[in-house]
């Protein structure tokens, strides 16, 4: 079974960084991607970035472009967001997903959406402080 977990949360002060790790288990095989989303307070969820395990090519929300960097170790299993330049806006839980069932070209074109991705890891909690 996949899993994966999310961790590397805390609280920030405005303008700094944090770097958020998703360690996934299970993939045994094949292409997948692994993507971020994030949710805050009262607002729907959001896809902010993904990375393909086929060609490690990437895809950015405009929210986030420019700030968050998204990176693989495949020897360790892991997905690696780094938030540069936080904004009080970037406060949100934030979700790792992976989705091992549609090619991940397809994924690419719907990184912002939630139904390409066929498991979702626990939450870490990002707070930016103003």
């Known amino acids: 079974d996949v899993q994966l977990q999310a961790s590397g949360g805390g609280l920030v002060q405005a303008g700094g960084s944090l770097r958020l790790s998703c360690g996934y288990s299970?993939?045994?095989?094949?292409?997948?991607?692994i993507g971020w989303f994030r949710q805050a307070p009262g607002k729907a969820r959001e896809g902010i970035s993904c990375?393909?395990?086929?060609?490690?090519?990437?895809r950015y929300a405009d929210s986030v472009k420019g700030r968050f960097t998204v990176s693989r170790d495949n020897a360790k299993n892991v997905v690696y967001l780094q938030m540069n330049d936080l904004k009080s806006e970037d406060t949100a839980v934030y979700y790792c997903?992976?989705?091992?069932?549609?090619?991940?070209?397809?994924?690419?074109?719907?990184?912002?959406?939630?139904?390409?991705?066929?498991?979702w890891g626990q939450g870490t909690l990002v707070t930016v402080s103003s």
């Open positions: 997903a992976a989705s091992t069932s549609i090619s991940p070209i397809t994924v690419m074109a719907h990184h912002l959406l939630s139904w390409p991705y066929d498991y």
């Open positions: 299970g993939i045994i095989f094949g292409h997948y991607a």
């Open positions: 990375i393909s395990s086929s060609d490690d090519s990437t």
